[in-house]
């Protein structure tokens, strides 16, 4: 009887350090997650699902090409807010000259995932300064589609730059 006992703790022993070791070994394995192997990490937005270029989105479906391409062209305005998930861009007011009574406000918004003049939508703000207060202002026709074109032209410049 005590050899039997002996035995079934010495096989119950054997038992407990075999599956320690199995478990300290698959815990301590480097084997990366295939998500980790497939989407690289970008600045903007973590998971960079937009890795291929403009043809592929990010998670809320906008050209990347576009949303790179729009801030790169706003770079000389302060931003408010950049949202890369829902394609928008909103600058702080911007002032070009400090003694100059005008300054301006862009809404920018990727709209679609394909590289299209109609993917994108900017809105520019003007306020002058009167009497102490800042109002709204008109702003000419040609500011916004100005804008517009340098931000499909950054966009192209970035593609054929990717394609190379």
């Known amino acids: 009887m005590t050899k ?36 690289p990490e970008n ?3 973590g998971v960079d699902r937009s890795a ?15 949303w790179r391409a729009a801030l790169d062209t706003l770079a000389f305005m302060p931003m408010l807010s950049a949202d890369a998930v829902g394609g928008s861009i909103i600058t702080d ?7 100059n009574p005008e300054r301006f ?16 939508s900017v809105v520019v703000h003007r306020q002058i300064k009167e009497n102490g207060q800042w109002v709204d202002a ?3 026709s040609h500011t916004a589609s ?10 192209r410049q970035l593609r054929a730059d990717k394609l190379k």
């Open 146 to 155: 100005d804008l517009t074109s340098k931000i499909q032209v950054r966009a």
């Open 105 to 120: 406000q862009v809404v920018c918004t990727v709209l679609d995932r394909r590289l299209r003049s109609d993917s994108i």
């Open 4 to 39: 039997n006992l002996i035995a079934s703790f010495s096989f119950s022993r054997s038992l407990v350090m075999v599956s320690a070791l199995s478990l300290g070994l698959v815990a301590c394995s480097s084997h990366k997650k295939e998500r980790d192997l497939i989407l």
């Open 43 to 45: 600045h903007l937005v």
């Open 93 to 99: 007011w911007y002032q070009p000259v400090p003694s």
């Open 52 to 66: 291929t270029g403009g043809d592929d989105s990010l998670a809320g479906g906008v050209n990347a090409y576009l």
């Open 138 to 140: 008109p702003v000419t």
